[in-house]
């Protein structure tokens, strides 16, 4: 690999995104020469950005909130587990094609499982959001046979949407799965304690302000993880842990280990993600 890899991530917002320390790392491991970029992109501007970002033999891009539903439009191949997602967050050229995947679930379910030690099989689990976050893990999810799934957002049309959307393409009934969907205030999601309540909305990114859910949900709750990582607790984090989670975390782990399996799909190769989940970069 002598000639340096065009990479970059893009997404609103995109400051506080470590992905190009992360893949920086990665590829240090196998002296790798990279330009790993992050730019501010819109729905608006993304069409005209991904088209001068190849036409200037750009290689891969890592797509963030809130394009990994829009950015499927610009692929002409579609792997099966984005296609299920009807998401994506990694896009790349190959053999003068343009391929769009989903990582996202790979990078939870690999954090969930093999850093937190959390099984997903049996478990009862609410996810709050249902926006292009939510659609890239749900899939990764319901192939670990939880025993029940309920997605709630604030627009519940949007989650019963979503829920209608993955029963037409997963075969649920051999899976005996109670999976529900509806509205943050629901008093469906007072029904019953939940094993693990993950948080796929953008409230993290919004300084001080709350979930806007029921706290009594976390009543029980083994594990309330965010998607967003931060240095500090995070406010869902932080109502979850005052209001009787066991255990919180945020989202640095998947975000080391999706990146892991997007840059495998850059490069062929596999990085060693230890060290980086040891220790997340300043």
Not at 65 to 91: G, H, M, T, W
Not at 146 to 151: E, N
Not at 235 to 260: H, P, R, T, Y
Request: negative net charge; glycine residues 6%.
């Amino acid at each position: 690999m002598d000639k340096k890899l065009k990479l970059a991530v893009i997404g609103s917002p995109i400051r506080h995104s470590k992905s190009p320390e992360i893949h920086q790392n990665f590829a240090n491991q196998f002296d790798a020469k990279i330009e790993f970029t992050k730019d501010r992109v819109t729905p608006d501007t993304l069409e005209t950005w991904l088209a001068d970002f190849f036409k200037d033999d750009g290689k891969g891009v890592s797509i963030t909130l809130p394009l990994k539903e829009a950015a499927l439009n610009y692929a002409d191949e579609i792997s099966d587990r984005a296609r299920l997602a009807s998401a994506c967050n990694v896009i790349y050229a190959k053999d003068e094609k343009v391929f769009a995947d989903c990582t996202d679930g790979f990078g939870l379910i690999k954090d969930l499982e093999e850093n937190l030690k959390f099984t997903l099989k049996d478990k009862k689990i609410l996810i709050l959001g249902a926006g292009g976050a939510a659609r890239g893990i749900i899939p990764s999810i319901i192939e670990k046979n939880p025993s029940q799934l309920k997605i709630a957002n604030r627009t519940k049309s949007k989650a019963i949407l979503l829920k209608e959307d993955l029963e037409g393409k997963v075969d649920l009934k051999e899976k005996h799965l109670i999976f529900e969907a509806g509205d943050l205030a629901d008093d469906f999601l007072l029904a019953n304690s939940y094993d693990l309540v993950i948080n796929s909305t953008s409230v993290s990114t919004l300084a001080g302000e709350s979930i806007g859910v029921p706290k009594t949900i976390f009543s029980g709750t083994k594990l309330a993880y965010d998607l967003f990582y931060s240095a500090e607790k995070t406010i869902f984090m932080q109502e979850a842990l005052e209001n009787g989670a066991k255990k919180v975390s945020d989202g640095w782990g998947m975000l080391v280990e999706q990146g892991a399996e997007s840059f495998r799909l850059w490069t062929n190769l596999i990085p060693d993600t230890s060290r980086l989940l040891e220790k997340s970069i300043d």
